[in-house]
């Protein structure tokens, strides 16, 4: 992966633009910079490695040399976006779903909110973040870390989860361009449905844990046990101990993890 051979793979793509880097800080800090510096719609930022790559909440998110995509895409919603912006994360969550279903006949689940798991093992993570002026936001990036090869993988004392990569959940070899361009297909097209009822029926079939005993845990240190019944109309949470759960701080898991 280098800079001219991703320009020819995604030439098919409406890109705004496009900043590639072999070592960056976080490329959603590269992308929130662009919207300053007036960034046109659906500009994507692509790095081989990170350094200071994050996660919600300031926790940090590994991206070693050679290993993985991490990729923010800016986007300038419209009004109708606008309204519905707390659906980006479900969004890319659907994407990449259906890329790597599309691409490889993978079935990955989402762990709601921003997670993405295969046989219940994180493969890849979205930090969705808005660059504001006033309560409007100027423009949104979508930041999205997905580990190809099992290098990406952190150390398992660094997890809260358990992690994985697409060459070992698929057992070959899998290639970061044409990930990236399956990815950028699957964002142009559940774009149109952001924030429809289409949208989070697609949401709820590829939910993990449904129907299975979970707890939710928010960094308050409060816990909520219940069954998982899916995800409501407006994107929050629905265990049959609590009617809706928002997004916020809150960590997801089977009971028993
Ligand atoms: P959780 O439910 O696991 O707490 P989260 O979505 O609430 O996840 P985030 O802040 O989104 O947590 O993710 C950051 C966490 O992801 C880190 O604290 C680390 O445990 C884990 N992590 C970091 N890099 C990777 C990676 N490349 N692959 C998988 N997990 C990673
Ligand atoms: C999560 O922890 O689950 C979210 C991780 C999001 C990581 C991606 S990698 C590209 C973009 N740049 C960042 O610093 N974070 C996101």
């Not at 479900?90 to 279903?101: F, T």
């Not at 009822?197 to 308050?220: C, D, H, P, S, T």
């Amino acid at each position: 992966m280098n800079q001219e051979i991703l320009k020819t793979a995604l030439q098919d793509l409406p890109l705004g633009g496009f900043r590639y880097y072999e070592q960056v800080g976080s490329t959603n800090d590269i992308a929130l910079n662009w919207i300053e510096e007036g960034g046109q719609d659906f500009s994507l930022v692509v790095a081989n490695e990170q350094i200071s790559g994050r996660g919600r909440s300031g926790r940090s998110w590994q991206t070693p040399p050679d290993s993985a995509l991490a990729l923010s895409l800016l986007l300038l919603p419209n009004s109708t976006e606008t309204k519905n912006i707390s659906y980006f994360t479900g969004l890319c969550a659907l994407a990449l779903v259906d890329a790597l279903k599309a691409l490889y006949n993978l079935k990955a689940e989402i762990k709601w909110p921003n997670d993405i798991l295969i046989e219940e093992k994180k493969v890849a993570g979205i930090l969705v973040e808005a660059s504001w002026e006033g309560d409007k936001a100027k423009g949104i990036v979508l930041g999205i870390g997905v580990n190809i090869l099992n290098t990406a993988v952190p150390n398992s004392n660094d997890l809260h989860f358990p992690a994985s990569s697409l060459e070992e959940a698929l057992g070959q070899k899998v290639d970061r361009t044409k990930t990236l361009h399956g990815i950028l297909t699957a964002l142009i097209k559940w774009r149109k449905v952001l924030g429809k009822a289409e949208m989070v029926a697609a949401w709820n079939e590829n939910l993990a844990f449904r129907g299975k005993q979970v707890e939710v845990r928010r960094e308050a240190g409060q816990v909520i046990r219940g069954a998982l019944l899916g995800v409501n109309r407006d994107g929050s949470l629905h265990l049959d101990s609590a009617e809706s759960i928002h997004f916020g701080d809150v960590h997801l898991r089977p009971i028993g993890l």
